[in-house]
């Protein structure tokens, strides 16, 4: 069946390093793929999405890759501060199917100041 | 423009009852879509409507339904509550298929 898969599922890291937060889908049909943050007792907020039809995109400090033929996804945030602590989900979905979004089990990401 | 607003934030109720929740998407959006969080089992679609249709359904038992209405506000409504129903339930709203979703704050249910 549908299944997303998300790694690490917590993360560490210093104030101004790098985060990289890995997916991997099963559905090859799947051509639309938004990143979500969630911070404590609010809803998950998009970040960033890319289809399959591009291989790269980049908002700010946030990027995010797609390779199709391996079917994985990854999110990049490059200077990272400590108001990007959060939860992180990546989610896949495909055309016919309405707004079903299958979400990665999510990374808890702390930045450590 | 108003994001996604759930009602009610929080709601505590005894097994065996039955509980609605509603959302009223962002103005314009026509999709509204349901999921039910949980730690152990993560964020799950419930459904999806568009223009009063529910288009999708997700692997839950039929106790977990909902509508929608002509100026699009949803609502979910669970019926027999169980203990493992207690979770944050999401509703995400967007303007068509397949595109951005916007998510509100969420209804965090208890049952006891």
């Known amino acids: 069946g549908e299944n997303v898969e998300q790694h690490p599922s917590t993360l560490s890291v210093q104030e101004g390093d790098s985060a990289v937060i890995k997916c991997t889908y099963s559905?090859?049909?799947?051509?639309?793929f938004p990143w979500y943050k969630q911070e404590l007792g609010k809803g998950p907020q998009l970040i960033i999405d890319?289809?399959?039809?591009?291989g790269e995109k980049k908002d700010q400090r946030i990027a995010v890759t797609l390779n199709k033929t391996a079917k994985h996804f990854s999110l990049h945030i490059t200077e990272t501060q400590p108001e990007d602590s959060a939860v992180y989900f990546c989610?896949?979905?495909?055309?016919?199917?309405?707004?079903?979004?299958?979400f990665g089990q999510g990374t808890e990401l702390s930045v450590k100041p | 423009k108003a994001g996604v607003t759930q009602t009610p934030r929080y709601l505590i109720k005894t097994r065996g009852q039955q509980v609605t929740l509603s959302c009223s998407p962002i103005?314009?959006?026509?999709?509204v879509s349901w999921y039910q969080q949980t730690p152990g089992q993560g964020l799950q679609f419930l459904f999806e409507?568009?223009?009063?249709?529910?288009?999708n359904k997700g692997n839950f038992p039929g106790r977990f339904s909902g509508r929608q209405f002509s100026n699009s506000r949803s609502e979910m409504n669970v019926s027999t509550l169980e203990l493992g129903d207690s979770a944050l339930y999401l509703c995400?709203?967007?303007?068509?298929?397949?595109?951005?979703?916007?998510f509100g704050q969420g209804t965090r249910l208890t049952v006891v």
């Open positions: 995400a709203s967007s303007d068509r298929m397949n595109t951005e979703a916007f």
């Open positions: 559905d090859s049909a799947s051509n639309y």
């Open positions: 890319i289809r399959s039809n591009v």
């Open positions: 989610a896949a979905s495909r055309d016919n199917q309405g707004g079903k979004l299958i």
């Open positions: 103005s314009g959006h026509r999709s």
């Open positions: 409507y568009f223009s009063e249709t529910q288009r």
